[in-house]
Structure formats: structure tokens, C-alpha cells
């Protein structure tokens, strides 16, 4: 069997190479593209059902990318060497290609359609995740399903201050952007990213950067479709049906409700469960209208109350359809097109929203901080109807949260954990682990921080920061941002500035634009974009954007961007009334860190044979202590309930790893006592030699006469011997003799000398010996 004919297009840009190909791999899928930047390769995999499921009311689309450690020649880590649940940056990268392609089908499109990738060849220079979005754009493209596509994913970054596209690993850290971007040949569907503090201006340069390449690549990808159409004919177009409600049924029943929903938006007191309460009633009064019947005047087989909602008013018995052929189920589509049509024009028309802000303002904020008192750091953060409690916990090098991944290995010192339990939207359902959108909004969050944390020399902890929302009714996770920032603040971590955060909307009608400040949940679900924004007072540190339409031109871009820069700097304002800086001290819950960098040489040293030295300083001083070795030096990181306990553990280490000097003082400890002297043990580890001739300026006939072991001794370095042996000696700490007690002592030797010697002149060479025949 000859091996199949493969369609390939190459694509230059940003100096970069790409290719794509087809026909070779996976052909029994939809859409199937092998994707090549460097020696990174995905396989990129589209599939989409021929019918829709009977009863779907979601459009059901699947992205799943997936790692594999094979694709560098490696195992996985762990006990079990098979790749086990998605990561996070999986999880991430998943939610990536998501959002960008989710907005490009048909309204109301039903069929279940998945979209799957995997890296098959890493070259650790370059990231698979936006090589795996432009392989799913262009397998969708080749699919024939409804994707009014193509779509391309790019990186940016800024080095030296010239931005670069596809930046290697190595460029990234060099870079102040790491962005994302994504769009169609007209307009940019999507950003993520983090970046060091960059003005508006520069972001819509990174923004119109990535923009330029995008256009090079879609054309690319409509080129290499064209291609395969030319060699194998064009798919059948999908045949499918929408649940999309019909215009003129829309019309009707906007005309029905209009009145009544126009008169719950313009309530002088907004809150969310009276405005959702209200919008039910009015839902199930059009229900009853277009449906109920009196059950004595007949009408129609009856079907359940609870079809038509679970507002205040109770419907009478429902028929099946309208005279026109419409279900309950249209018409329940219709009322939310109908609804989203009323607020919207009211906020194109008159600039007023549903709860009676303007395009710009921010809703009502109260904060506080040190809510908890057991913990390093606490602070709430309300705004309107969305409150987050954000924890801070400081911890030690053992608590550092190792990231093993295809192409980066990391050790984060600083980590954020978003949590959105139901009852934060008076719902009720199953507990189980971390959803897609739980990691995706905690990692929006710590980049969006992560940019003011202080260098681990600086600042040693391992920072852990827990979020529980516990309202919400929109931007839950900007409240994050804030209320962490302020948390850390109170926890005393030295963050460089404060760092708040806002999420912009979109309303667009033609040429028709309103951009919204710090969004509802009700915007954000009938509007069109949501645009998360966060950086300090200086400039941008993290973004992220989705919106429902094919795309966003530059200068809407432009506009929400300074808009928001408002914003942020109004919630900073807010914030600082609470806090405004950190802390000069840490909680004293929290353990007291202190770290000495060393020569890695003393690393043995200071760990002992079979750990001895390090086991004794811990126990000694009640701290514990981790060692790292990098950059040719050791960190030596100390951790104590108090700062007696550390400081007690430092002074060992730096005894241990300071190297002693002839005529320095020291206060040894008696180890061992020998006929000739004493062992004294002057530094951690260190021992010297106390000849029996230095102990005192007379003569000692038994060191333990002037001595036992524990005893402390004053005593001074008199020699460094060749293999560093150290001698000292106590004389220096003893007066001097008078004349009269020198000559005694001259005499006491002579005697010495003359009764055959002694220790201290080293005795006679007959001593002990006995009589020579």
C-alpha cells in the first residue's frame, strides 16, 4: 500500500516558518491538520454530528489539547507512567481555542462538534498551545462544518523593546508581554495574556502586532483549503436546523413585553433576584397569553405547568402550540431574544443600564481586611452584588507547588485558587473538583498579580492565595484581583503597588457602540463581549477577552481600554481608603522565614554525615531549614515559629559557613578532654585543638583539672595547620603572671625537669621506662 498523498502549505511569517498539512493522518475525522512551528508538531482533529440530539438546548462543542511527554523523549512523572487528568495549562489552552472558534457558529446550532488536539513533537522553544489553535481553525475549515472561519492564535512579545512573534521560551522571559492573540482576517476574536505594567497605547500596538499576522496566516489557511478542495473536491455542506427563534416570532412577542420588561429595568432599587424574579413573572404572563386556556372552555390537550417557568404568576392549562406552530420551547427562546433587545436599546439609545449606572460607572464598593484572625491574610471585597473572602497563607520552600509540563518545568512560589461554590448564585449542585472555568478565572488572577510579587531573595515565602466567591453577579473574577491584592497587603507581603481589576461589556448594533464598565451578569450574558482588565496605577499587568460576535475592531479595542483604565484607577481609589500598602510585619500566625545565601561548597557542611549537622540545628533551635542549589550558590532558607528560633538557626549556619581567622576571639565548647589538651568545638562543625601547654601560662599537669566537656572556654586561633587543623589557645583571656609567680614557675620547671619531666615540657625520654641494664 503506497503511502497516502499529503497537501501541505507553508506559511512565512514574522520570520518564523509554519506548515500545515493534510491527507496523511487521522482521515477518517472531519478535519484533520498536522501543524509545524520548529520542531513543535500538533495533530489538530475536528469532528461534528450529522443531527442534533433531541432535546439540546446548548450548543454542545468540545476542545480538548493535550501534552504528551513522549513528544520530547520523556516519561510522565509520578507512580503511574501514563498521562492522567488534563493540567492546567491543558485546561487553559483548551479554554483558549474555545473561546476564539465557540462565537463563529450558526446561532442556534445544536450538533455536537469536537475538537481535539495533541502535541505529537516538542521543541521546548516553542509552545504548542497557539500552534494547536491555528491546527484547530484550519481542521474545522477542512470539516464542512457551519465555522465561519479560518482563525489564527499568535503569541507576541516585546524584547528590547521590539515585539516579536512566536517569541521562544527563552525570548518569554525576557519579554514584558506574553499575549495571545486571535481573530479572523477582519477583526480580533480573543486575547489572554500577562505583561509588565504596559500603557493602553502599547497594548493596542502588541494588538495591532498580532493583528497584521493573523490576516498573513487565515489567508494561508484559506489557501491550503483551497488546495485540498482543488485535489479532492469541496465537503458536502452539513445540512442542520437551529433552535434560533424565528424573527417574526422575536417581533411578536417583543412587542407583547416591552413594555413590561422596559418598566423592571428602569426600577429605582436594582438587585438581581427581584430584576430575575421579575422577568420570570413577565416570561410566564406571556406563556399563559400565547398558550392558556380556560380547562372549561376547552382549547387543547394540556402539558405541564412547569413548562412554562417558575415565576410568581401561575399559568392556567397550556395547549401544545400556538395557532401559528410555535412551542412553549420558541417562544421561551424568543422572550430571551426579545429581553436582550429591550435592555439593549436602552443602553444605545439613552446610555442607561438596568441598574441605573452609565456606560462608565462602577458599582458600590465596600472592603475590608483582617476579617479572619487565624490566618496570615483576609480581605473582602464587595462590589454591587459580588463579594469574594480572599486568604492569603505564607509558607516555606516545601510548600513551593513543583510544575512539571511538556515545555516548561517550574517551581511557582506564588499561586492562586479560585473557588465558585453555587451558593454564590442561590443555586444547588454536586461538589466536585476545580472547573474549567474555576482554573481559568484563578489563573486570570494570579497573572494578574504575579507581576507585583517581590523576588524570592527579598521575600522567601511560598505565597498561597485562596478565593471564594460568595456572591456574584458579575466580574467575580476581578474581585479576586482586588480583594487579593488588598489580602496581600494585609499579610504584609512587600508587593511592588496595588493591582485592581475591571471587566468591560459591549453592546453593538451596526455602526451603533456602547461600551460598559464593570458589567453585570445579565450584561455580560445578553451583551457582547466581556474584556477583563487588571495592572496597577502604571499600566496594564493581565487581560483577558471573549466576545459572542465574529470580531472586535481596533478601535472598539481602543476605546474599552481607556475606559477601563478609569475604572481601575477608581477601584485603586476605593481600595486605598481600606489599605494602601503593605504591612511593615508579617502575622504573627505566620512562620518566620530567613534566608542566607552561601558558596555551595558549604552546602555538605552545613547538611553533615548522613544529615547530623542540620539535624542538630533544627532540634536545637526548634526551625527548619531548606537548602537549593542554583546558580552556582546555595540558598539556605530558614523557617521558625518566632524570630528568637531563626535567628538562633542563622547564627549557626553563618558559624558553620564562615571560615576562621588567626588572632579571632571565640567561645569554643569542651568536646573531648585528652592527656595532652582539649577538643573545643569554636564554630557549628569546626574543631580546634587546646594543647595542654595553652591552657594556662603555668603548668597543667591534667587538662581536666581546669576543665570538662560542656564547659565554654574563651579562647583565640593561634595557627592554621596544613589541612586546616585549627590550634588555640586560653592565654590570651588569662592575666598576665607577676615576676614573682614567673619565677616561681621557672622553678617548679626546673624541679620538673630534674625528677624526669612532665606533660607540660613534654617529659623526660626515660620516663616510665624503667632502668637500663
Known sequence: MAAPQAITQTIEVGGKTLTLETGKLAKQADGAVVTTLGETVTLSTAVTDKKAKDGQHF???????????????AFPGGFFKREGRPTDKETLTSRLIDRTIRPLFPDGFRNEVQVLNYVLSADEEVDGDVVAGIGSSAALSLSGSPFDGPTAHVRVGRVNGEFVLFPTVAERAESDFDLIVAGKADAIAMVEGEMDEVSEDDMVAALEFGFDAIKTIVAGINEFVGKRNDAHGAPEPLEY??????????????????????????????????????????????????????????GGEDVEDTEAGGGEFAPRALRETTDDGYTISDVKEAFKAAESKVMREMILEEGRRL?????????????EVDYLPKVHGSAVFTRGETQALVMVTLGTGRDVQAVDQLFDQVDKRFYLHYNFPPFSVG???????????????????????????????????????????????????????????????????????????????????????????????????????????CGTRDGITACQMDIKIDGLQMSTMREALEQAKQGREHILDRMAETISEPREDISPNAPRLIQVVIDQDFIGAIIGPGGKIIKGIQADTGASIDIDERDGKGYVTVAAPNMDSAYAAVDIIRGIVTQP??????????????????????????????????????????????????????????????????RVSRKPFLPEPTEEEKEEMRKRSSNRSSNGGGNGGGGGRGRGRGRRN
Open 59 to 73: 450548543f454542545p462543542l468540545t476542545v480538548d489539547y493535550r501534552e504528551r511527554f513522549s513528544a520530547k523523549g
Open 241 to 298: 436546523k437551529t433552535v434560533a427563534p424565528a424573527d417574526d416570532l422575536v417581533a411578536q412577542v417583543y412587542e407583547k413585553i416591552k413594555g413590561d420588561v422596559d418598566t423592571i429595568l428602569r426600577a429605582e432599587e436594582y438587585d438581581k433576584a427581584t430584576f430575575y424574579g421579575g422577568v420570570a413573572d413577565v416570561r410566564d404572563k406571556l406563556i399563559d397569553e400565547m398558550f392558556g386556556y380556560d380547562v372549561e372552555s376547552g
Open 355 to 367: 441598574d441605573g449606572r452609565g456606560k462608565e460607572d462602577v458599582r458600590d464598593i465596600w472592603t
Open 427 to 533: 443555586e444547588t449542585r454536586f461538589l466536585r473538583g476545580p472547573s474549567r472555568r474555576e482554573i481559568g478565572h484563578g489563573m486570570l488572577a494570579e497573572r494578574a498579580l504575579a507581576k507585583m510579587m517581590p523576588g524570592e531573595q527579598e521575600f522567601p515565602y511560598t505565597v498561597r492565595i485562596i478565593s471564594d466567591v460568595l456572591e456574584s453577579n458579575g466580574s467575580s473574577s476581578m474581585a479576586t484581583v482586588c480583594g487579593g491584592s488588598m489580602a496581600l497587603m494585609a499579610a504584609g507581603v512587600p508587593v511592588e503597588k496595588p493591582v485592581a481589576g475591571i471587566a468591560m461589556g459591549l453592546i453593538a448594533d451596526g455602526d451603533r457602540i456602547a461600551v460598559l464598565s464593570d458589567i453585570l451578569g445579565t450584561e455580560d450574558h445578553l451583551g457582547d463581549m466581556d474584556f477583563k482588565l
Open 661 to 726: 581567622e588567626v588572632g579571632e576571639n571565640y567561645t569554643g565548647t569542651v568536646k573531648n578532654l585528652l592527656p595532652f589538651g582539649a577538643i573545643l568545638e569554636i564554630m557549628p562543625g569546626k574543631e580546634a585543638m587546646l594543647h595542654v601547654s595553652e591552657i594556662s601560662h603555668g603548668y597543667v599537669d591534667d587538662p581536666a583539672d581546669e576543665m570538662q566537656v560542656g564547659d565554654k572556654l574563651e579562647v583565640q586561633l593561634i595557627e592554621i595547620r596544613d589541612g586546616g587543623k585549627l
